[in-house]
């Protein structure tokens, strides 16, 4: 990760979670998002946009916030994975999307949600 995001700060937790905060800009004309990247030891990495707070009715994420990046039946995280690579990046994709869907009110970013409402489950 510090490769490639450089600036962005670890912090290890006692149950040996590790995550990433830093900031993102989608584009040279967006705003930046501070981010957060959680992994543990199970699970998929989790990704929460911390500021600016985002609306409510903002598509694609989770009851907690945590950005839906793709539909776990479609793709699964692998140790083998580099966060960088993936989830980093996606989430940089995400926040372009975002910036367009509150300019024309429609997600216009990949979807593989039957209706493009909000994700309900968490993992």
């Known amino acids: ?37 959680v992994y543990g030891r199970r699970g998929s990495p989790k990704v929460y946009v911390l500021s600016p707070a985002l609306p409510r009715s903002a598509p694609h994420r989770y009851r907690n916030g945590r950005l839906c990046l793709y539909l776990p039946k479609e793709w699964r995280w692998t140790d083998g994975e580099s966060l960088p690579d993936t989830i980093v990046r996606w989430v940089a994709l995400w926040l372009e999307y975002f910036e367009i ?18 994700a309900k489950n968490d993992d």
């Open 1 to 37: 990760m510090k490769a490639a995001f450089p600036d962005f700060v670890v912090k290890v937790g006692r149950d040996r979670v590790v995550s990433w905060q830093g900031t993102l800009q989608p584009n040279p004309s967006s705003r930046a998002y501070l981010v957060r990247v």
């Open 101 to 118: 869907w509150q300019q024309v009110g429609k997600w216009l970013g990949p979807s593989s949600h039957a209706t493009p409402t909000e």
